[in-house]
């Protein structure tokens, strides 16, 4: 049983009500975001509209904000942000879902507000405001909105995408627009994409910058703007209708030559039974600039090739993928056309040539993502010399993977990034060596046999023989 002051519901209602809110006065004190909290419930007592009031008061103070948010902000402004969508969702709808689906819309308007000022990653917000477009469409079918003013809200929400934060509106919307609803939305797109464009006078032109040519004007940039925003649109609207051609023809004709335009456009093919069309696609880009093709490029080739009948030559083409890049993705494609247990032998041949590859961490990080520990271990020790410590973001995750089953590989690959740092003299790396040689410490005691590697007291003493006067290293050294 839970010890009675264990911090559960139960053992906080034996404290009673009047205690219970005494503390929370306590602990909201000096914290905006618990008192707003608390200021929601409260509103939640006396019903949806005041819960209503509250959120578009909030809704409303978060956009005429100014101040930047910087990134240890970030997580207690999202947290604002979710509570009152939350509250829009949960309660507001439950209750008065044309009311709810207004809030859900200026929820929405307000990012623009936030990405603006945040100066950091937006990925938080992002996922916040695509998962507002998700409910905007379930709180559109629950008020009965009309579906022309719903196409009339999305296609102005659209038009102010800059950060992306409407991307997934169209494809919410479809079950809610149907078919009218569609049609009038790409009606509008059209319309807009078509407008002619307003030149100001040049003695009125807002020059923002210089480029190859002279000058580059605000209205040139605004009217390209408006056209990518509703090209991307209509080809969503394409998506939706399954309508192949129409995504084609709104794909500008200088990228379809594209490598990643490319396979976009093959994989909607191919989906629509058009192997043909879609290897031609696929073979017509431009290599000239790719050393490398992408490897969805690559992917959809070998689906054409399969979808035409031309197995083995699908199988040989991504075996030659992944002797090119050790690219995983494509030797797992090729392992699941085998037949049982060749699978076996055809991995136990990738794993030979990747020990071969020219690029050891290439090799590694293909090892670890595989994943195949034991191949990795066996990798660093035979190529340990070629190993670049300066790779950090490699070499880490590489030895923690390593350290519980393979010490030994797990140390040479500290080992590397300790050496990279004195060795270059990179005092901003110290620190991080330091804690790197600590590991290399712990690990010792589990490695029966250093083979023709130092033991780690030889280790550290050739250390301070070659790097004794990097007092700012030593001095971190416990």
């Not at 997934?168 to 464009?197: C, F, H, T």
């Not at 992944?322 to 247990?341: I, P, T, V, Y």
Request: one cysteine or more; charged letters at 25%; glycine letters at 6%.
């Amino acid at each position: 049983m839970a010890a009675k002051t264990t911090l559960n519901a139960k053992n906080l209602e034996a404290l009673g009500a009047q205690r219970l809110a005494e503390l929370l006065i306590e602990i909201s004190t000096g914290s905006a975001a618990h008192k707003r909290r608390l200021r929601m419930e409260l509103a939640g007592n006396q019903g949806s509209t005041e819960v209503a009031r509250e959120i578009r008061k909030r809704l409303g103070s978060i956009a005429r904000a100014q101040s930047v948010i910087e990134w240890h902000k970030v997580k207690t402004v999202n947290a604002d942000l979710e509570t009152q969508r939350s509250a829009i969702v949960t309660v507001v709808a439950a209750d008065d879902p044309k009311e709810a689906f207004d809030l859900i819309w200026q929820f929405l308007a307000v990012a623009d507000s936030i990405l603006h000022r945040s100066n950091s990653s937006d990925i938080a917000f992002i996922e916040t405001f695509h998962q507002a477009c998700a409910d905007a469409a379930v709180i559109a079918r629950s008020a009965g909105i009309g579906i022309d003013v719903l196409a009339d809200k999305v296609f102005t929400a659209l038009q102010d995408n800059d950060h992306g934060q409407y991307d997934p509106l169209i494809a919410e919307m479809v079950p809610v627009l149907g078919k009218d609803g569609l049609e009038r939305l790409k009606s509008l797109l059209v319309q807009w994409s078509n407008e002619p464009e307003e030149k100001p006078a040049d003695a009125h032109r807002e020059i923002l910058g210089w480029g190859g040519s002279g000058p580059i004007y605000q209205d040139e940039i605004y009217a390209r703007h408006r056209r990518r925003t509703a090209r991307i649109a209509l080809q969503d609207i394409a998506d939706a209708q399954d309508d192949v051609d129409a995504f084609i023809a709104h794909q500008p004709e200088e990228t379809l030559r594209a490598p990643t335009v490319a396979a976009e456009i093959a994989g909607r093919l191919l989906s629509a039974g058009r192997a043909e069309e879609a290897l031609r696609i696929l073979d017509g880009i431009d290599q000239r600039g790719w050393f490398e093709l992408p490897s969805e490029w690559q992917r959809a080739r070998a689906e054409a090739l399969d979808a035409l009948g031309r197995g083995e030559e699908a199988q040989a083409y991504r075996w030659q993928c992944f002797e090119q890049s050790l690219n995983g993705e494509h030797l797992r494609a090729f392992l699941r056309k085998l037949a049982d247990f060749d699978d076996i032998e055809a991995e136990e041949k990738a794993f030979a040539f990747a020990h071969g590859f020219p690029d050891v961490h290439r090799a590694l990080a293909f090892f670890l993502a595989w994943p195949a520990a034991a191949e990795a271990a066996k990798l660093v020790s035979k190529r340990q010399a070629e190993l670049d410590g300066n790779l950090y973001e490699l070499m880490t995750p590489a030895a923690e993977m390593l350290q519980e089953k393979h010490p030994l590989a797990a140390t040479m690959l500290l080992r590397s990034m300790i050496g990279f740092a004195l060795d270059y003299g990179r005092s901003s790396r110290y620190r991080h060596a330091a804690r790197h040689l600590a590991e290399c410490a712990s690990l010792a005691p589990h490695i029966d046999d250093f083979g023709k590697t130092q033991p780690h007291d030889a280790y550290v003493a050739e250390l301070k023989r070659q790097h004794g006067k990097k007092h700012g290293f030593w001095s971190l050294i416990r």
